[in-house]
């Protein structure tokens, strides 16, 4: 099942990125927004529980998409932008493996554990 949910990744991954080249927004842009979402691993220093849910909140595709579909509906070339860098990297970190994470441990995702103990 996980190889699904990566091979599932990589193609949400492949569009997003191609929707942002079609857009035509900064490539710039796209290098300083890329690791935005993994400032939630930050949380991870208050614990595994607050860690699990910080992180798992800046990687489900909800919000990104709700950014997304405003910046759509608004026009706004900056917006869509955003919801597409961030989609992009919820589905790139899903592709390779890094899913959502359990109170356990940040090694511990609905993809199977990661890390050197995998």
């Known amino acids: 099942m996980s190889i699904l949910l990566r091979v599932e990744g990589a193609m949400v991954a492949t569009l997003a990125i191609g929707g942002y080249s079609l857009f035509g927004s900064s490539w710039w842009l796209f290098v300083v927004l890329f690791f935005v979402p993994d400032i939630s691993m930050l949380a991870y220093l208050k614990g595994p529980k607050i860690g699990a849910i910080c992180y798992n909140a800046a990687h489900l595709y909800v919000l990104p998409l709700m950014i997304w ?18 989609i992009f990297h919820i589905a790139i970190d899903r592709a390779l493996g890094y899913g959502l994470k359990f109170f356990s441990a940040f090694q511990d995702t609905h993809l199977g554990r990661i890390g050197k103990n995998a």
Do not use: C, Y
Request: proline share 0%; net charge positive.
């Open 69 to 86: 579909a405003a910046g759509w509906w608004s026009g706004s070339k900056l917006t869509v932008s955003i919801g597409l860098i961030w």
